[in-house]
């Protein structure tokens, strides 16, 4: 499909996305207006995943929320289009403040940022809590690693995502990322764009070659 094209069937399922969300969403407050709320949100948000019964409740009303993801991001959070991560096994508070950050433009992209002005925050909890509890496929065109990005990942990225790649509790999980959302974030860090600014991860890989920056990307996309 052209770019083009893209865009437009995106409109358009924006738009219906838009509409079907009004219906559905509580009068709750749909994004946090200042640091202080937004960490009063996490907080309640941290509540819920601690308590078994309250999880348990909010994955089953996430499944119903997340029918919206689908066919984006795969009905198990695996990803069904390689620019699009998979949210399957993502630790749950990185999930959530995503969110945020979309609906702040700290992070930019058409439809996320819009579905972050709609969700409630109870939504919000209710579909990384579902997604967080899905484990995570690989995928079958993943591109050969090799060990230049062994190495690189051991360098430069294992300290804070982890040795597996699985991430912490205030880091991302990126093992098993597809290739391409690997590929096209990290060149997004390293140009400083707009669309991912204010991030640990431009000094990070903002001096790395292209050739060294595939390599981990083709690595990371690989590790299970
Ligand atoms: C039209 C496709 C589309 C739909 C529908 C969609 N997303 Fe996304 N989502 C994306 C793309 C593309 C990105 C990556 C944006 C980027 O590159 O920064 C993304 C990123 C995310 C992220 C950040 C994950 C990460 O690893 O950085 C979260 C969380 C997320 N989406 C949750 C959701 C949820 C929950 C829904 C349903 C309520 C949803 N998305 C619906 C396309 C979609
Ligand atoms: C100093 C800690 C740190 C190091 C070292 C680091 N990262 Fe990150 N990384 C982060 C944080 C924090 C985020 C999430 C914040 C953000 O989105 O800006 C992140 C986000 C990412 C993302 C986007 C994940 C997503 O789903 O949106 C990718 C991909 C990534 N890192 C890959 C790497 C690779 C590859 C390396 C090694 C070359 C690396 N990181 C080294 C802290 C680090």
């Given at each position: 499909m052209s770019n083009r094209l893209i865009n437009i069937s995106l409109c358009v399922l924006a738009v219906v996305l838009l509409t079907s969300f009004s219906a559905i969403a509580s009068a709750d407050?749909?994004?946090?207006?200042?640091?202080?709320q937004a960490a009063r949100l996490l907080q309640q948000f941290e509540n819920i995943v601690a308590?078994?019964?309250a999880r348990q409740k909010a994955n089953a009303q996430g499944q119903e929320r997340a029918q919206f993801c689908f066919r984006c991001h795969g009905k198990d959070g695996n990803s069904v289009r390689d620019y699009v991560p998979n949210l399957a096994s993502q630790n749950p508070a990185y999930?959530?403040?995503?969110?945020?950050?979309?609906?702040?433009g700290t992070r930019k992209?058409?439809?996320?940022?819009?579905?972050?002005?709609?969700l409630s925050a109870e939504e919000r909890v209710a579909v990384a809590v579902y997604f967080a509890?899905?484990?995570?496929?690989?995928?079958?065109?993943?591109?050969?690693?090799d060990m230049k990005g062994r190495q690189v990942y051991q360098s430069l990225c294992f300290a804070c995502h982890g040795d597996k790649g699985h991430g912490s509790h205030t880091y991302p999980r990126i093992a098993g990322q597809p290739y391409e959302f690997l590929e096209k974030t990290l060149l997004k860090f390293k140009q400083g764009d707009?669309?991912?600014?204010?991030?640990?991860?431009?000094?990070v890989v903002g001096n790395m070659s292209d050739e060294d920056l595939k390599a981990v990307a083709r690595w990371v996309a690989n590790m299970p």
């Open positions: 407050t749909p994004s946090a207006d200042s640091p202080e308590d078994p019964e999930l959530f403040t995503q969110f945020e950050k979309f609906a702040s992209n058409y439809v996320m940022s819009k579905l972050a002005e709609i509890d899905k484990p995570v496929t690989p995928r079958d065109n993943r591109p050969e690693p707009e669309s991912r600014k204010n991030s640990p991860m431009t000094a």
